[in-house]
């Protein structure tokens, strides 16, 4: 069996025991009960499990919610800025799926709510715009600012903009639930996307009680924002997040034990195949063990050995298909020079 890089999407699947981190990080949100807009930022390298994370945290937080009332309950949005190509398609889906999430409730005052988002959004004709100091400017340049600018004389301005921007603050806070929109795999976002959403959390979609989760390696964004912003994107970050929580490092032994359970089933699944437990014992620590941090790392392991087994199966030692595989994905070079020479 190969294996993917699919997130989990229980804790019946949690091989790493991040379970009560996903369960604390959903207590937290649970109880965070502000009427003002709050951002928390969940922070982990790629290959950390962030995806996973959140979907667990999901998942708790609809098991504790099941016997609340539905005026308490709160409101979970799920979006993926990266499955749109534009900043265009960015900000039209993000009210899209906003306002139908509103709809799906079966309560009237909720879809209000929704209605009134796709008029707000309407007001721009699903263009990008942020109040800045020079007026409402389009996410999108000089040029998209220019197209802005002539939609808006014809049937709008940026007075009409607040308007609709004030009736969904008004309807959300005459309303009791809290609202939490999980913004996943920012950092997988070009630069400028990146500081879009941003924008979109601090300015276009500032709402009250909203909670939003914004998720994603600090250090990419960080290095993004430094690119398309002025001056420090770490301290553009901080302006930002309110909540600032990084993902605790995976324990070594946890990673150990999942990459021997999956090499013994790969080994199981194939007869004849040469395995010198001394020397496994001596790769190991020095040539395996520094390069397996992630559960991603073992995946692409696990199916590179499983592809050299098709075909060299009872020809080479398991130990040192696991060895030649470790160069192949992290020196690829020296890889490529042994075969040659």
Known sequence: MYYSDKPIGSKCDDQLGRNDFAALLAQSLLNLNTQ???????????GSGKTSIVNMMLSE?????????????LIVVHFEPWNFSNTDQLLSQFFIRLSSEFRSKGDERLAKIGEALETYSDAFDLLSAVPLAGGLLSFLGKKGAKAAGSKLKKGSDEKDISKQKEAVIKLLQEQSNRILVVIDDID???????RQVFQLVTSV??????????VFDKDIVVKALEKVQ????????????????????????????????RL????????????????WQNLYEPCIAPFMDSLR????????????????ATEVDFVDIIAIS???????????????H
């Not at 160069?327 to 070079?333: N, T, V």
């Open 36 to 46: 003002d807009t709050f951002t928390v930022g969940l922070f982990g390298k790629w």
């Open 61 to 73: 937080i609809e098991e504790q919610q099941k016997e609340c009332p539905e005026s308490e309950k």
């Open 188 to 194: 997988r976002l070009s630069n400028e996307q990146i």
């Open 205 to 214: 979609a500032k709402f009250p009680n909203t909670i939003y989760l914004l």
């Open 230 to 261: 002025e001056g420090s994107g770490k301290d553009y970050l901080e302006k930002i997040i309110q909540m600032p929580i990084q993902i605790p490092d995976i324990k070594p032994a946890k990673l150990r034990q999942v990459l021997i359970d």
């Open 264 to 279: 013994n089933a790969i080994l199981s699944k194939r007869e004849g195949i040469g395995f010198q437990q001394t020397r």
């Open 297 to 312: 790392t073992i995946n692409r392991l696990c199916n590179a050995v499983q592809f050299k087994l098709s075909s060299i």
């Open 326 to 340: 470790i160069l192949e994905i992290q020196y690829p070079e020296v890889y490529e020079w042994i075969k040659e």
